[in-house]
């Protein structure tokens, strides 16, 4: 008689693996994660090329625009550029995130996706109120930490709805945002080291752990 059981840990780890893609959101890429480095390193380089061209200002001397007789001031050039970083990393994001799901023929916009997004967007939005809080009273040389700081809260918020290395991607972010504030004085390096160096390493890491066979393949 044909015996036509099978393995029941075969059975129990593909339970599994069907209650992780459920649970999870598995459409981020590393690649966006390279691609929002690449972006940081450029509005970083931008910052310190053409913006703080001297080498080397005080937070107060480029926040306030001292001795700038240009019509728009360092602080809006610093912000502008900031902005646009913020904006390519997410289109960024997205495109590479849809394009894993497209290749994986899942969808892109499911229930884990709004969580993930919900436990990040919290943690952020009040990060930047507190942001702002800062820089109206003029505690300029805390607007970096803060920055890494909030960032890597969220990142660890969110990363139980995602890959593991979001979360200790949020856990340096943390430990770098703490050296941001005690040595005040190398924020921009430390922004740098967070929001590009940290996002480029991590992000090379998930891809060639999850998607680099895959794209192979294909």
Request: with cysteine; hydrophobic share 50%.
């Given at each position: 008689?044909?015996n036509?059981?099978?393995?029941?840990?075969?059975d129990?780890?593909?339970?599994?693996?069907?209650?992780?893609?459920?649970?999870?959101?598995?459409?981020?890429?590393?690649?966006?994660?390279i691609?929002?480095?690449?972006?940081a390193?450029?509005?970083?380089?931008?910052a310190?090329?053409?913006?703080?061209?001297?080498?080397?200002?005080?937070?107060?001397?480029y926040?306030?625009s001292?001795g700038?007789?240009?019509?728009?001031?360092m602080?809006?050039y610093l912000?502008?550029?900031?902005?646009?970083?913020?904006?390519?990393a997410?289109?960024?994001?997205?495109y590479?995130?849809?394009?894993?799901?497209?290749?994986?023929?899942?969808?892109?916009?499911?229930?884990?996706?709004?969580?993930?997004?919900?436990h990040?967007?919290?943690?952020?939005?009040?990060?930047g109120?507190f942001?702002l809080i800062?820089?109206?009273?003029?505690?300029?040389?805390l607007?970096?930490?803060a920055?890494?700081?909030f960032?890597?809260?969220a990142?660890?918020?969110?990363?139980?709805?995602?890959?593991?290395?979001i979360?200790?991607?949020?856990?340096t972010?943390?430990?770098l945002?703490?050296l941001?504030?005690i040595?005040?004085g190398?924020?921009?390096i430390?922004?740098?080291?967070g929001f590009?160096?940290?996002?480029?390493?991590?992000g090379?890491?998930m891809?060639?752990?999850?998607?680099?066979v895959?794209?192979?393949?294909t």
């Amino acid at each position: 008689m044909k015996n036509n059981s099978t393995n029941p840990g075969d059975d129990l780890q593909a339970i599994r693996d069907i209650m992780e893609r459920s649970s999870r959101f598995l459409s981020l890429s590393g690649l966006s994660g390279i691609f929002a480095g690449a972006c940081a390193l450029a509005g970083a380089a931008i910052a310190w090329l053409f913006i703080l061209d001297s080498g080397n200002i005080r937070y107060d001397e480029y926040w306030h625009s001292a001795g700038v007789t240009h019509s728009f001031s360092m602080r809006n050039y610093l912000i502008l550029d900031a902005l646009l970083v913020l904006a390519a990393a997410l289109l960024g994001a997205a495109y590479f995130s849809r394009r894993k799901a497209m290749k994986a023929g899942t969808n892109l916009w499911t229930v884990s996706t709004k969580r993930l997004i919900l436990h990040l967007t919290i943690p952020l939005f009040t990060g930047g109120i507190f942001i702002l809080i800062l820089a109206y009273r003029g505690n300029i040389e805390l607007v970096v930490p803060a920055m890494l700081i909030f960032y890597g809260l969220a990142l660890v918020n969110a990363g139980k709805f995602t890959f593991g290395e979001i979360h200790y991607l949020g856990l340096t972010q943390i430990g770098l945002g703490i050296l941001a504030a005690i040595f005040t004085g190398y924020g921009l390096i430390f922004w740098t080291a967070g929001f590009g160096l940290m996002h480029i390493i991590y992000g090379a890491v998930m891809y060639l752990r999850y998607e680099r066979v895959e794209d192979i393949e294909t």
